[in-house]
């Protein structure tokens, strides 16, 4: 039987895995919302498919993973609560089903440079049109999967914070960070402006807790009925 302490030098080794392959997909993505002020965007997108395609997968790949993080940690997080555990799983589903769907939104912008690129392709400013709508329409999902995200995290922050299997201060931090999170992309829905600041700290709380799983792991002492 795994002690607490493996357990959670195994979740820390699969959220160094996320950050492996979520950073890099964020590299290949190469949209922006401010790809409409060149004519040819558009042709751009379809000279980068390739590596757009590699994020995708690697996008999908990092919420999966997460995905596989609430199913291994399910019996534990049952064991102290039902509802959390069913709350933590479901929420990564939901989030793994919008990442599916804005990676498809990503899809058909592709499909759809390719044939801005066709000689003598005509309705050229329809197209253009069609693939902001199409950028626009990742971006508002990407908003909403870091929503689910900042939800799921708030749950298994306050697991952590209840039971004790990580010292209190750094469970608080983490709903804390993650708090900002959620709040920084409501703002985003509501199209207003906000500092990165308030996505870059959570990145900085991820190391210092992800460092401390894989040198600590949890707490074999936790009181898990706190």
């Known amino acids: 039987m795994k002690t607490n302490q493996q357990t959670g030098r195994i979740v820390g080794a699969l959220l160094l895995l ?30 980068n498919a390739l590596g757009m395609r590699f994020g995708m997968v690697l996008d999908i790949t990092a919420s999966a993973l997460w995905l596989f993080i609430s199913i291994y940690l399910f ?29 498809i939104s990503h899809l058909s912008l592709i499909s759809l440079s390719g044939e801005f690129v066709k000689p003598g392709a005509t309705n050229l400013d329809t197209l253009r049109t069609l693939g ?41 931090w983490g709903m804390i960070a993650i708090s900002l999170v959620f709040m920084a992309s409501w703002v985003n829905i509501f199209d207003l402006d906000i500092s990165f600041h308030f996505y870059s700290q959570n990145g900085i709380f991820m190391i210092v807790f992800m460092g401390w799983l894989i040198a600590k792991g949890f707490s074999d002492s936790a009181i898990q009925n706190s």
């Open 75 to 103: 019996p534990k997080i049952k064991a102290y609560s039902s509802g959390l555990a069913l709350a933590f799983f479901g929420l990564w589903v939901i989030n793994l089903g919008i990442i599916i769907y804005s990676n």
């Open 18 to 47: 996320i950050m492996a392959v979520g950073i890099p997909s964020l590299n290949l993505r190469g949209l922006s919302t401010s790809m409409g002020e060149d004519l040819n965007f558009l042709e751009y997108i379809h000279q």
């Open 132 to 172: 902001l709508l199409k950028i626009e329409d990742y971006f508002w999902s990407h908003f909403m999967a870091l929503i689910t995200y900042a939800m799921a995290a708030f749950v298994f922050y306050y697991f952590l914070f209840r039971t004790k299997l990580v010292p209190k201060l750094l469970a608080l």
